[in-house]
């Protein structure tokens, strides 16, 4: 892992391992074992002893790892190459695996830097990413896994550097193909000594740094958490601060999660009492040294963090995609109704769907730009000399879907983009609400006001609606303003209903 300052073969282990081509069916993920992990590490070491030291960028440690590495790969069955780029004049290395299989449309792919810094041998930056996450892709060879999503992994040069090799590995793949990418999980120093237990926050859910990642981060962080939650361990959420390899994959809207013990920073009392260790010492305090050996190791987090990387993929590339039941963005007319009750009270600001005008007061309140294509569903689409010309008064606008019918099995969900957005002079009386309408009513989502500003961005909501299988169900939409002369505003696209 970089520091903050820096921001702006050898012989083959003798792990049994029989490559056969992928299964009809995948098996549940794997106990991955500490001690084939802790082997990769001694051979780390011992290239890097070998060689001056370390393992860093344009010296011989770091191809020599490299080699390691894809040796096994190749003997395993993976598609592998050495992709290589420039740095300061060296030439560095990414090592690129795929597993053949899976959908080339729907790409999961892990990562971790396989270089150190020149100071040391590097084994828990980053040779304890490198070996986890080297250790579960054999053991998708063993098990001969057959995953939904296209399966590829690699291991970044020159990250200590500056984000070198991933960065250069996202510029230069095509605009297509970097589309394909749908998830990256990286690892970056899962073996602190003095351990934590930290995942990135995909959703800002923890309220650190500079917030969420992009869509779809959110739900790689909640499968890594359920892996600790089942073995009892706490986590807490770790900024995407821009230190390590998933930074170029999230400024092109790659969504990306991950793990990490710690680095240079102190660990607290709090955070001692949560997960043991040494308060007020550095959850690595051999970060960037030359005492980053294979004592530099805790084998508890290194374990853990091992199991939750492949249980990580496990689920998230053997998942079953959800079949769409139903969706609507609506870039055509498809049916939906305006006060389907004829109750509705509001007097300007209706619901219609069209092309939507923005309109700012105190920042953004209608939001001129949708989800995707040009039409939304939007309280009042036009602009007007002022922003509350045709923004929701004198009470509810509701507008209702078509009838869809429900699958009678699997797990229903409705998803759909979201935003309610008001002045200060708003109350709690003011909201965008949506309900389910089959042989019940059931509110699935509500989002009140408040007597503060809140500005238009669009947010997503995913909520369970099995309780409905196999109904003829409608979406009923509705937002009020309800608390006097206020200014509201509320849009909704992309809504989709699926069956997992």
């Known amino acids: ?137 054999l053991e998708v060879s063993r098990q001969s896994l057959a995953p939904t999503k296209h399966l590829r992994f690699a291991w970044w040069g020159a990250e200590e550097l500056g984000l070198r090799g991933s960065q250069y590995y996202v510029n230069n793949l095509p605009a297509a193909e970097r589309a394909k990418v749908k998830g990256y999980y990286n690892f970056d120093m899962v073996g602190s000594p003095n351990a934590g237990y930290f995942v990135y926050d995909g959703d800002n859910s923890d309220g650190v740094g500079s917030g969420p990642g992009p869509a779809g981060s959110a739900q790689l962080e909640s499968t890594l958490q359920a892996y600790f939650t089942s073995i009892g361990v706490s986590t807490r959420g770790t900024d995407f601060d821009g230190r390590s390899d998933y930074g170029p994959f ?69 998942a079953v995609p959800p079949t769409v039941v139903w969706q609507d963005t609506f870039e055509t007319a498809t049916g939906w109704t305006v006060n389907p009750s004829g109750t509705d009270t509001a007097t300007s600001g209706l619901w219609e769907r069209g092309d939507p005008e923005a309109t700012t007061s ?40 078509p009838a869809v019918t429900l699958p009678s099995t699997g797990t229903l969900k409705l998803a759909f983009s979201w935003y309610l957005a008001h002045g200060s002079n708003a109350s709690n009386a003011d909201f965008l609400r949506v309900k389910v309408v089959g042989s019940t009513t059931t509110q699935v989502f509500q989002q009140l006001g408040a007597a503060s500003n809140r500005n238009g961005a669009w947010g997503t909501a995913n909520v369970d609606v099995s309780a409905f299988a196999g109904q003829s169900v409608r979406i009923l939409i509705e937002a009020g303003d309800a608390s006097g002369a206020s200014l509201v505003e509320a849009g909704v696209d992309d809504v989709k209903l699926t069956r997992q």
Request: glycine share 14%.
């Open 1 to 137: 892992m970089r520091s903050l300052w820096t921001m702006g073969m050898a012989a083959i282990l003798a792990i049994p391992l029989a490559f056969t081509a992928p299964s009809a069916s995948a098996a549940a993920p794997p106990d991955i074992s500490l001690t084939a992990v802790k082997a990769h590490l001694t051979q780390l070491q011992s290239i890097a002893t070998a060689n001056g030291g370390n393992r860093a960028h344009g010296r011989p440690g770091y191809l020599a790892s490299a080699n390691y590495v894809k040796g096994l790969l190749d003997g395993a069955g993976f598609t592998t190459s050495l992709q290589s780029f420039t740095y300061n004049g060296a030439t560095g290395y990414n090592v690129i695996a795929d597993w053949p299989g899976g959908d080339p449309n729907d790409i999961l792919m892990v990562g971790a830097h396989l270089d150190s810094v020149t100071a040391g041998p590097g084994i828990n930056d980053n040779g304890s990413g490198s070996a986890a996450i080297l250790e579960t892709a």
């Open 250 to 318: 999230i400024a092109v809207g790659i969504p990306a999660g991950g793990t990490f013990t710690g680095a240079e920073g102190v660990k607290s009392s709090a955070q001692a009492t949560l997960w043991g260790g040494t308060a007020g010492q550095a959850f690595d305090p051999c970060y960037h040294r030359a005492c980053d050996t294979t004592s530099n190791i805790s084998d508890t987090a290194l374990n853990r963090n091992a199991d939750a990387i492949a249980y990580a993929v496990w689920t998230t590339a053997t």
């Open 362 to 401: 105190s920042g953004a309140k209608q939001l001129g730009t949708t989800v995707s294509g040009s039409n939304d569903l939007v309280t009042g689409r036009l602009a007007g000399a002022a922003a509350g010309d045709y923004d929701i008064d004198g009470g509810i606008t509701s507008v209702r879907s």
